[in-house]
């Protein structure tokens, strides 16, 4: 689906133990997983999902002050880098040179007032953005110039426009947007799907999953959207299911398809837990997955078990051809450069991580920031010298250093 992101689920384990790679029914890939023992468990490497690293340095300017990490949006289009937070900025992706601001922020008709989504159509040079509270998305070019708006109305579904306030977008481009529900039992659903699949301009569903929570609504059944998650990789959209252990692939021409069934066995979360008042202590032992990233090779999960202030993360490898799952910390070394180390896997998503500067880190935590492999380890021994140049040339006042991941696809 051209630009339709990907959702994403995790989990992990110690050792390595083959589970099978042919899933149940129509999906290819069959996933057991289980809550390892999280304290012995070791980082993932970079290399198991990137084959190589670039690094762009942004350039600060009076009209262009980033936070130190940038913004909560980085996407790359072919030369371009677009960094949205409460602006959209747009770099060159090889020299990091600010070229202008696309758009402006304001409650005017061709401004934007808060960013809740943005999608990049590198072939149309246009930028779809959807402006949380507006029932519209506007459409900028790569010039920074406004081009329209498309309606959300959801005219041709009275279903969707009834119950519009209780579904959440996942992505979109200007044709066709992914939406999934609100964790709420069947029988008091305001309509009958977890995950649809809707044509914006000729204003139909063209593909949904049912929703199957049994029991009856209560307060608590609302608060638990962690238990869903997405994100694009390589041009897919992936949606974990809560209801039914299954990880969709999301396509406008092939619809909603099974891609994995994921059994977490008696570790899953029960409905009658997400419907009770002692949810907080029955969450206790249970397995829940909050991301993931899918490549040529593998699949890894990021998850979590418990809730706050107990909760405790990892992530688990699901290696395609063998079927073998590993466990890991929630955190990724950087084997490739030795430079910094991924906070877990979210920006495997475009492959864009903004570099800590050293002197952001306390020295406490610094191995879990910064690599630790010494150059015998590393795939690009010579590009670790490089990395200590740029970060010592580095200013409090520069804009961010990204990483750019060249991810295997």
């Known amino acids: 689906m051209n630009k339709l992101l990907v959702l994403l689920s995790w989990t992990v384990m110690l050792s390595c133990s083959h589970q099978g790679h042919k899933a149940e029914g129509d999906a290819p890939y069959y996933i057991k997983l289980t809550i390892p023992y999280i304290s012995a468990l070791k980082p993932l490497l970079l290399s198991d999902v990137a084959d ?69 159509l590198e072939d ?147 409905d009658e837990v997400l419907l009770s008042k002692n949810w907080h202590a029955l969450m206790k032992g249970k397995l829940m997955i909050s991301n993931i990233h899918v490549n040529r090779d593998c699949i890894v999960f990021e998850c979590f078990t418990g809730w706050a202030p107990d909760t405790e993360y990892f992530l688990c490898k699901y290696d395609k051809a063998t079927g073998d799952v590993t466990y890991h910390s929630n955190y990724v070394i950087n084997d490739l450069d030795g430079g910094g180390n991924l906070a877990g896997i979210y920006d495997l998503a475009n492959g864009i991580v903004p570099v800590y500067m050293h002197s952001d880190i306390k020295e406490i935590i610094k191995e879990r920031y910064f690599s630790s492999a010494d150059k015998s380890q590393l795939k690009y021994p010579d590009m670790k010298e490089a990395f200590e140049q740029m970060q010592q040339t580095r200013d409090e006042d520069d804009n961010p250093l990204l990483m750019i991941l060249k991810l295997k696809k």
């Open 52 to 120: 190589s690293i670039e690094y762009v340095q942004l350039e600060a300017t009076d009209d262009c002050l980033l936070p130190r990490q940038g913004g909560t949006r980085k996407h790359l289009a072919g030369d371009y880098l677009f960094i949205g937070g409460d602006l959209i900025y747009k770099f060159d992706a090889t020299t990091g040179k600010y070229l202008c601001t696309i758009g402006s922020r304001g409650q005017g008709p061709e401004e934007y007032a808060s960013i809740q989504r943005l999608s990049i």
């Open 124 to 270: 149309r040079q246009i930028i779809v953005i959807r402006d949380a509270g507006r029932e519209y998305l506007t459409v900028f070019g790569f010039d920074g110039r406004y081009q329209g708006r498309i309606p959300l109305a959801f005219k041709g579904d009275s279903l969707l426009t009834k119950c519009s306030g209780l579904l959440r977008l996942i992505d979109f481009d200007d044709q066709y947007a992914a939406y999934y529900s609100f964790i709420t039992p069947a029988s008091n659903a305001c309509q009958p799907n977890e995950l649809i699949l809707y044509d914006n301009k000729n204003e139909k569903i063209i593909a949904a999953v049912p929703n199957t929570l049994g029991g009856t609504y209560v307060d608590f059944a609302i608060k638990f959207p962690v238990l869903m998650s997405g994100s694009l990789q390589d041009n897919a959209l992936y949606y974990k299911s809560f209801y039914n252990d299954t990880l969709y692939v999301i396509g406008k021409d092939t619809g909603i398809n099974p891609f994995a069934v994921i059994n977490l066995g008696d570790k899953k979360v029960p």
